[in-house]
């Protein structure tokens, strides 16, 4: 168990660090990693069920709390998509990078996913379904994240980053959506 939660810490981390650059958002296509991540996340919460189930059956209370934390996850997704500066450069791609408030509601969400598996684990009373959520819960907040920004880009006036890291409405930074 020690061991996938610093696998999941790592995968935060570089997350995060990737994201404080500046980046291409790409309208088109498919994110990899949030799909990378469903992926190990269904693999490790089938280890995880395992786990408690040969001890005793799921109770609803514990399956309750498991998407309680996925619909945790699409919400810190939702609120980090509101906080990343997205713009565009003339006859540019549109550009996207995560503020200081998108960082923080990063650790804000881990610990979230932290307190919720762990609360998990002490209703099941026995295995680590708990935390074995967290590659699913990372690919739900990530790929909300994700799909919210390619939207707003598509949407019309974006937002253009200040020197001050703040950012504003600009009618000269529109987003040109392809006809």
Known sequence: MSSGIALGLVIVALVVHRQERARTVRENCHPA????LAALGILALSFGVASVVKHHPLDAATVSLVMAS??????FGVARARTVSVWREP?????????ARTTTLWFASVAAQFSIGAWIDKTTGAGALGFS?????????LGTQSLLVRRRTASGPIHTPQLDGSASRSPRAR???PS
Do not use: E, M, N, R
């Open 33 to 36: 990693l949030p799909g990378l």
């Open 70 to 75: 996925l619909v945790v996850g699409a919400g």
């Open 91 to 99: 006859g540019g791609p549109a550009l996207c990078k995560d503020t």
């Open 133 to 141: 959520a967290l590659y699913l819960y990372l690919a739900v907040s």
């Open 175 to 177: 987003v040109h959506t």
